[in-house]
């Protein structure tokens, strides 16, 4: 399983664009790279998935490099309802039986600031 | 539609007690993981389940830990003899046929043991 490596925490200021960047040195080839919001009492929510280059979605932005070795959750004009840990996973989900143990590290904890 | 629905959501109980608690998935959904969570940390693997079936049960720490499935649908994490280090929050998750990619959470249950 590719280990994940990702700072402990960001703050923000509301309406700015927060880039989270993720580190994945060991990532193998058929591995996807996932990113999951967390609120307080709650179950993890899923925000994005890519293989490479860029992915957007409502909700944010997926930026996966050549070498793959990182990627980069941009999420545009935050707001205090962004507050929330983000998980960067790696793992080859969609593999025979369509799934690999994952491991979700300890997350970014992300503040926005009014 | 209903999400994932776990019950209780919180539980209390003393050393030495078993427990038990329950994942209701979303319907139609085929694959069931159970997680657990301490406080700071993000999600740790337990077990998963496709069908009725354990696939993989790498994540359950030691024999107290038990997890069923018997019909495919709901599922019970049962904890034997429980000790002061299992209080954690018990995260449920599910995933529809086909789509191994995405994991839909419950809310958890947090358990407490005194």
């Known amino acids: 399983l590719a280990k994940t490596t990702q700072p402990i925490s960001m703050d923000s200021y509301e309406g700015q664009e927060v880039n989270i960047t993720c580190s994945h040195n060991?990532?193998?080839?058929?591995?996807?790279i996932t990113w999951y919001q967390q609120f307080p009492s709650q179950g993890p929510r899923f925000i994005i998935q890519g293989y490479k280059t860029k992915v957007t979605n409502e909700v944010a932005s997926l930026f996966i490099p050549a070498d793959r070795k990182s990627s980069t959750l941009s999420l545009p004009r935050v707001s205090l309802s962004d507050t929330a840990v983000y998980y960067c996973?790696?793992?080859?989900?969609?593999?025979?039986?369509?799934?690999?143990?994952?491991?979700f590290g300890t997350g970014t904890k992300l503040q926005v600031i009014p | 539609g209903a999400g994932v629905s776990q019950t209780p959501s919180n539980k209390v109980t003393e050393k030495g007690k078993y427990v038990e608690l329950r994942c209701d998935p979303i319907s139609g959904h085929t694959a069931l993981y159970w997680y657990r969570q301490s406080l700071g940390q993000g999600p740790e693997f337990l077990i998963y389940?496709?069908?009725?079936?354990?696939?993989?049960d790498s994540g359950l720490p030691n024999d107290r830990f038990f997890a069923v499935r018997p019909e495919g649908s709901v599922s019970t994490l049962k904890i034997q003899r429980t000790e002061r280090g299992d209080s954690a929050v018990y995260l449920c998750a599910s995933s529809p046929p086909g789509d191994a990619d995405t994991q839909y959470f419950g809310p958890g249950t947090r358990l407490t043991v005194l």
């Open positions: 996973l790696v793992g080859d989900m969609r593999g025979s039986g369509g799934y690999q143990k994952v491991t």
């Open positions: 060991n990532i193998a080839t058929n591995d996807y």
């Open positions: 389940f496709q069908g009725t079936g354990a696939a993989d």
